[in-house]
């Protein structure tokens, strides 16, 4: 079975330009999430996708927006990129929030944004 | 609020040497607890949860934890570390969302 996907792996922006981080889920989840992980800042959470609606979003500015689409995948999207918005994106699915679900996060390998 | 600490940001340990990391949480109920691991470059892999139950929980990799309820702690322990083990670990608490800790970083010495 696949696990979580994200492309790309590795982008290279400039300031004020925008980027596009896309993940695909494990088959049969319908939850996805994305963290950023910046350098000595831990995991922060960003933004979090069930069953295609936002059901909460991080301490983050609204230029860091997303969606999730019917196949339960989703887009990430940075507008406006700023040096300090360089991190590794990673995403994360699950089974959701009803009876079956386990809490357990499943995580891609990342998509690793540079801003220069 | 949810928040997670790993007081430790770095811990070296001999090889074969027992290894113990570790995590306190404040969560307003009863909480979903992880320990994940993380190679340089690569995602995140669970090692254990903790849902309810036995507070004594085994993970993957010979790695085990222990919830505390009274003193907020779930720390994660293993008898015998191997060079292999030498990554980032991640405490995290939550039952959507997970609110992670900062991290520590292992080092193995042979």
């Known amino acids: 079975e696949a696990g979580v996907t994200q492309s790309p792996t590795h982008l290279i922006k400039t300031r004020g330009q925008q980027a596009t981080l896309r993940c695909s889920p494990i088959?049969?989840?319908?939850?996805v999430y994305w963290y950023q992980q910046a350098l000595g800042l831990g995991l922060q959470f960003l933004l979090w996708y069930d069953e295609g609606e936002e059901r909460n979003r991080g301490n983050f500015p609204p230029r860091f927006s997303g969606r999730q689409f019917p196949n339960y995948s989703s887009e990430l999207n940075v507008n406006a990129l700023e040096l300090e918005d360089s991190a590794l994106y990673l995403c994360?699915?699950?089974?959701?929030?009803?009876?079956?679900?386990?809490?357990?996060?499943?995580f891609g390998e990342g998509s690793r944004l540079t801003v220069l | 609020a949810q928040s997670v600490t790993q007081p430790d940001i770095h811990i070296t340990v001999s090889e074969g040497a027992s290894l113990e990391l570790r995590c306190n949480y404040s969560?307003?109920?009863?909480?979903?607890l992880f320990w994940y691991v993380q190679s340089p470059g690569q995602g995140l892999q669970l090692l254990l949860k903790y849902f309810s139950g036995d507070t004594l929980v085994q993970g993957i990799k010979g790695f085990e934890a222990e919830f505390k309820r009274s003193q907020s702690s779930f720390n994660l322990r293993k008898p015998s570390v191997h060079w292999s083990d030498a990554a980032e670990y991640f405490c995290a608490v939550g039952a959507a969302e997970l609110v992670f800790g900062a991290g520590t970083i292992l080092r193995v010495k042979s």
């Open positions: 969560y307003g109920a009863t909480p979903y």
């Open positions: 994360a699915s699950s089974t959701g929030t009803g009876p079956q679900n386990t809490g357990e996060l499943f």
């Open positions: 088959s049969g989840h319908t939850s």
